[in-house]
């Protein structure tokens, strides 16, 4: 259990209030139970080392206060809006045997010891964090789900989590899905003719194209009796021209 120190503070003006986060702390609130609500100061730096950890909002703290220790659950952290620095969190008294709705996040091991993600497998995880109810005492640190021996197509439910009797998820009536591990999606790339394939082709198209250019020489040479024919009508005139001399 992590443990911070605390000490009372009676100022409630905004002036007072700049002046503690100017010193390096934090005005916090604890409330809860019978007692009356506690204003307290904290360490900012000690304060973001907590808050940093993934499950901050669902580990128990314990607050020493003038010497005295008392069980805490964060319950919420205002942060500024421009520097993103913490100036104020909201403390919930831990009582025993009282029931509180809690997130509590999702731990995967064994990422190495799961053939589907060995052969590529993507894990989707559809909730990072599930909300229980359960008595303070007995918040889960985590829910942990183990991958060894876990192949695609596989599924993690709410009942493949073993939770105490007494914590139970605050959604009910569906096993609802936390991850699954699925196939991996690669496009793939259009395949390329074999060699032999592409030879033929090639000679295919050579051979197009020469039985087009052997298709255009006769055309060519087509020609040559036209100017051949010219020629006897051209020696047909002389003989003509005699005939009408003999008739003179």
Do not use: W
Not at 120 to 132: F, Q
Not at 202 to 215: F, I, K, L, M, R
Not at 221 to 243: L, R
Request: net charge negative.
């Amino acid at each position: 259990m992590n443990s911070l120190e605390a000490s009372i503070r009676e100022n409630t003006t905004k002036g007072q209030l700049s002046n503690i986060r100017n010193s390096g702390n934090v005005p916090a609130i604890i409330y809860g139970g019978k007692e009356e609500n506690q204003k307290i100061t904290i360490s900012k730096k000690l304060l973001k080392n907590l808050i940093e950890k993934e499950n901050f909002l669902s580990s128990i703290i314990s607050l020493n206060i003038n010497g005295k220790p008392h069980n805490v659950l964060p319950r919420e952290v205002k942060y500024d809006i421009i520097s993103d620095e913490p100036t104020h969190v909201d403390f919930l008294r831990v009582l025993p045997g009282v029931k509180i709705k809690i997130e509590v996040p999702v731990n995967f091991i064994n990422h190495e010891k799961s053939p589907g993600l060995k052969r590529g497998g993507v894990l989707n995880i559809v909730r990072r964090k599930v909300e229980l109810k359960c008595p303070s005492e007995k918040i889960p640190a985590n829910l942990t789900l183990d991958l060894d021996g876990i192949d695609i197509g596989s599924s993690f439910k709410i009942s493949s989590v073993q939770l105490d009797p007494e914590v139970v998820p605050t959604i009910q009536g569906r096993d609802f899905v936390i991850a699954t591990l699925a196939a991996p999606t690669v496009m793939k790339e259009p395949e390329k003719p074999a060699e032999g394939e592409a030879a033929e082709g090639e000679e295919g198209a050579e051979g197009a194209e020469a039985s087009a250019a052997d298709g255009d020489k006769p055309a060519a040479e087509g020609d040559k009796p036209a100017a051949d024919g010219d020629k006897k009508t051209a020696d047909k005139k002389p003989a003509e021209k005699k005939s009408a001399e003999e008739k003179k």
